[in-house]
């Protein structure tokens, strides 16, 4: 169990917004300003178009994280700050801790997102666009009110927000949209500064490219290293965070009728399908599989477990096995425990020649393809004209009413979305 992962189902909460000295979010029932269906919005998104195909004059982009710490003192409060308000004792938060002591208390995620920022910043600058990245985290300095703190102080008043995460749920979007409406209040900054948000990009070229070459790559390895394995002895096991099934069948807007696994499911379901067709591997088998489950065991999460999954490969014939974090933006501690360990030893356990494949990182077409999100809101790109991989996108530039509610927590306010 990763961090990440004990914050996943739950929680900003008023417990730790007194514990970083911040004043409560304002009540879900506080009304939107005036004339405006969303909240905390530029004028073009503010009526709540799927699409905005108005041109925006943005300010800068607000890099959101999920923060981590960077030393062995961190670890612990770090942890609190994820799981404030849920009552987890530090003994159970030292169950997680040890992975990141593993590594020297310091999560990778932090420098992956500077890195991230600096390649933004140089790609933006080869296109000519002078818009400066500001970077803020949900649970570790720089937090996001910081960063708010830091784009009005500099004058900037209308952000575009890039959250490092791709798909739909409570905790990849609607949390962070909650964060954006928290640090808002917070600084009292929610009368001057506006945010909008890139929508979910899991089907963008720019997020898939990176998956493809590492699934072309990785099942060329296998069959190189091993002459007499044949096309269908590999699984391809697509990994994503598992999230309560609640949560699921939650996400995106209820009128898409997803199903029980919401948006999330169809969504990683689409894009593997993509990957495994543009990689030329459509005849070699493959399953969507979950990682990092955390909650009681009464609480029904997404499954099958990866290392479920690992261990009943052999008894179908195979004998080795390419695994893609297709969740994740970067390798931050829950694909270096969860995936380069725990998966990894299972696949040797069960007798498995197994590669984990890259995250996308800083891979340039990522990088080029978060651009092209921001410059679609700048220019007000028709979504006829927006290049997606998928029947599904162009995901919506504002999120619809209810989506991606939290069953336990009920709606808090949140931007770049119709309320609730």
Not at 352 to 375: E, I, Q
């Amino acid at each position: 169990m990763a961090a990440a992962n004990l914050g996943s189902t739950g929680a900003e909460s008023a417990d730790r917004d007194v514990a970083r000295g911040r004043k409560p979010a304002p009540a879900a029932s506080a009304p939107c300003a005036p004339g405006a269906i969303v909240p905390g919005a530029t004028p073009a998104a503010q009526q709540g178009p799927e699409h905005v195909t108005e041109p925006v004059e943005y300010d800068a982009i607000l890099l959101a994280g999920f923060g981590g710490p960077e030393g062995q003192d961190d670890v612990i409060p770090f942890l609190r700050n994820v799981t404030s308000g849920r009552g987890i004792p530090d003994e159970r938060l030292e169950e997680v801790a040890h992975h990141y002591r593993h590594f020297g208390g310091v999560s990778p995620i932090n420098q992956q997102n500077r890195d991230l920022k600096a390649a933004l910043e140089a790609e933006l600058a080869r296109r000519g666009v002078d818009l400066p990245v500001i970077w803020g985290n949900r649970n570790w300095d720089p937090y996001l009110n910081d960063a708010l703190r830091e784009a009005a102080d500099a004058g900037a008043t209308r952000l575009i927000a890039i959250a490092t995460s791709a798909y739909s749920s409570y905790s990849s979007c609607r949390q962070y949209r909650e964060d954006f409406a928290d640090a808002l209040a917070d600084t009292g900054l929610g009368e001057t500064v506006q945010i909008d948000k890139v929508g979910q990009f899991f089907d963008h070229p720019g997020f898939v490219t990176p998956f493809v070459e590492g699934v072309r790559d990785g099942l060329a390895k296998l069959l190189a290293d091993d002459p007499e394995l044949a096309r269908d002895q590999v699984e391809v096991l697509f990994a994503t965070h598992s999230i309560p099934s609640t949560d699921a069948a939650k996400s995106g807007p209820a009128e898409r009728g997803f199903g029980e696994g919401g948006a999330y499911a169809a969504q990683h379901l689409a894009v593997a399908e993509v990957v495994m067709r543009e990689a030329g591997a459509s005849d070699v088998p493959w399953q969507l599989v979950y990682q990092s489950r955390s909650g009681p065991p009464s609480m029904p999460w997404l499954e099958p477990d990866i290392n479920d999954a690992i261990a009943e490969l052999p008894a179908a014939g195979r004998r080795a096995v390419v695994i893609v974090p297709l969740g994740f933006v970067s390798d931050h501690m829950e694909v270096l425990w969860d995936l380069d360990n725990e998966a990894l030893e299972s696949a040797e356990e069960h007798s498995l020649a197994a590669v984990r494949v890259p995250t996308p990182g800083t891979h340039p077409a990522y990088v080029s393809g978060l651009v092209d999100l921001v410059l679609e809101r700048v220019q007000g790109t028709p979504p006829a004209e927006r290049p997606r991989m998928t029947e599904l996108g162009p995901w919506y530039d504002v999120c619809r009413p209810g989506c991606c509610e939290n069953v336990r927590l009920g709606f808090r306010p949140a931007l770049a979305g119709i309320a609730p």
